[in-house]
């Protein structure tokens, strides 16, 4: 699978989006010319060294302090004379920025007006990285977590925390990972953060197993003690699954019924543990006791740690540091199915890798439980019945 893959290690701007594609191999020309279809826009590329690393520096030149509404820029996007299926995800991005200043300010889509993200060198950086993205066609598109920065940026309106308010709100509604740090700065800016969290399909704490066939380099603007740019990387994705970063947090209970227990591991898998397991164990001098082992996201640490001191009486949690696990991407889908004359609607987990192909179907077991129960028919035989159901579905379209 032909994959890009962004590295935002000192975050990301329209700009240095831009460029790290330029680099990695978009067609330059149709690039550039279709960000300076834009009246008044002139693209400036030339090389510079940032902190040891070549990169490549974009410029969008134009006289432009005009403030816009959503409208505005629909409108303007529409004139231009590029293609339509360019123009249509332009406007997308725009409509994601102009729904979370929206957001932040209380107002409508149709009041916001745009100020620095409004003018013309940020619609050319979003029609710059759209068409940029067509010209290199990936079939998946990666981001490791993104350094937003920390501190204090100076906006129209005043000082705002980093990340800015319309960060944090779009980031709110993608799949991108974020960090804080390394250095009191706007890192990530919301033109940077609406372009990466339209296009990124997942994130990835880690580079994934692929072989790399370019690497890029977007240099931005500031001067900082690591190099200020964005890493591009394409090449061909291995047929793997996910990485994902967890650890496993442990303790010993021996004076806790069986009800308890089952209690507390359906109370903590629904206030976020991924897994739950309560292992039988012998304890101290031949005592009968329970294993309990929690698989958890590093965050969730003292959250989940003191729910189980406080929930089984504990004294201690032991942390098994764990580099990362090995997961299938999984969707719920719905399926109806008839049974008994009736129609029934059930949930079924696809598991797949990153190609998209299924690697296994399980039906809902409450879904199930309930069908079995209206029906009479043996829940086992409505597992079969809709596992095969949703295996000819979906296996055979993969």
């Not at 308010?165 to 033109?191: F, H, N, W, Y």
């Not at 609607?345 to 296994?360: N, T």
Request: with cysteine.
């Amino acid at each position: 699978m032909r994959a890009l893959v962004f590295d935002p290690f000192s975050g990301a701007s329209g700009d240095m989006i831009v460029a790290s594609l330029l680099d990695v191999g978009a067609d330059k020309k149709r690039v550039v010319s279709s960000m300076e279809s834009i009246k008044g826009v002139k693209v400036e590329l030339r090389r510079v060294v940032k902190k040891g690393i070549s990169s490549l520096k974009l410029d969008v030149l134009c006289q432009d302090s005009h403030t816009r509404k959503f409208q505005d820029i629909t409108e303007e996007l529409q004139s231009i004379r590029i293609e339509e299926e360019i123009k249509e995800e332009a406007i997308k991005i725009f409509e994601k920025l102009a729904r979370a200043e929206a957001r932040v300010h209380g107002v409508s889509i149709d009041e916001m007006h745009f100020h620095e993200i409004g003018a013309k060198d940020a619609m050319a950086d979003v029609i710059g990285a759209v068409v940029a993205i067509k010209s290199l066609s990936p079939e998946r598109i990666l981001s490791l977590p993104a350094n937003a920065g920390a501190g204090f940026v100076e906006m129209n309106h005043g000082l705002y925390p980093v990340p800015a308010p319309a960060t944090s709100e779009i980031l709110r509604d993608s799949k991108l990972l974020i960090k804080g740090g390394p250095i009191e700065k706007e890192l990530l800016t919301p033109t940077g953060a609406a372009i990466l969290s339209h296009f990124v399909n997942s994130s990835v704490n880690f580079l994934p197993q692929m072989r790399i066939e370019a690497v890029g380099y977007g240099a931005g603007s500031l001067e900082l003690p690591f190099p200020n740019v964005l890493r591009a990387l394409l090449g061909e994705l291995d047929s793997m699954l996910l990485e994902d970063d967890v650890v496993i947090l442990e303790t010993n209970v021996d004076d806790i019924t069986p009800e308890v227990l089952a209690h507390f591991a359906e109370d903590l898998m629904s206030s976020g543990a991924l897994d739950v397991s309560v292992i039988p164990a012998t304890m101290k001098k031949g005592r009968s006791g329970h294993l309990i082992r929690v698989i958890a996201k590093p965050h969730e640490i003292s959250r989940i740690s003191r729910k189980m001191v406080e929930d089984l009486g504990t004294l201690g949690i032991r942390i098994l540091p764990v580099k990362h696990r090995l997961i299938a991407i999984r969707r719920i889908e719905k399926i109806r199915i008839e049974l008994g004359g009736k129609e029934y609607e059930v949930s079924v987990k696809i598991a797949s890798d990153l190609e998209g192909k299924v690697l296994g179907v399980s039906p809902e077991y409450e879904d199930c439980k309930r069908v079995h129960e209206e029906t009479g028919i043996p829940l086992k035989d409505v597992m079969k019945l809709v596992e095969e159901f949703a295996r000819s579905k979906w296996v055979q379209r993969t």
